[in-house]
Nanobody
């Protein structure tokens, strides 16, 4: 059974950092990524990585502040978030696909975690 389990969310102040983790089990994935959904808003793409991590992608809100990385030995993807802002407050979801896929489209990811809450206070 495939599972994606996120961890690392929490309540922080503006300017702080957090590292989210997503541990996958049941199989390995070519593409792994992160999306987020703020209250009252649609889910948006944050970042994604190829299996080798030689190719990474970022949404506009993440560029320059967030870094995605992978540890394939642990079947885990990370999202390092620096210089957090109140507008980064959202539930962050890990997503995975067996194949290489267009990374910004949610429908391309068959597997999803339950999400982890990130709250950034001003």
């Amino acid at each position: 059974q495939v599972q994606l389990v996120e961890s690392g969310g929490g309540l922080v102040q503006a300017g702080d950092s957090l590292r989210l983790s997503c541990a996958a089990s049941g199989r390995t994935f070519s593409t792994m990524g992160w999306f987020r959904q703020a209250p009252g808003k649609e889910r948006e793409f944050v970042a994604a990585s190829s299996r080798s991590a030689d190719t990474t992608y970022y949404g506009d809100s993440a560029k320059g502040r967030f870094t995605i990385s992978r540890d394939n030995a642990k079947n885990t993807v990370y999202l390092q978030m620096n210089s957090l802002k109140p507008e980064d407050t959202a539930v962050y979801y890990c997503a995975a696909a067996v194949r290489a896929v267009p990374v910004r489209t949610q429908a391309n990811y068959p597997y999803w975690g339950q999400g982890t809450q990130v709250t950034v206070s001003s």
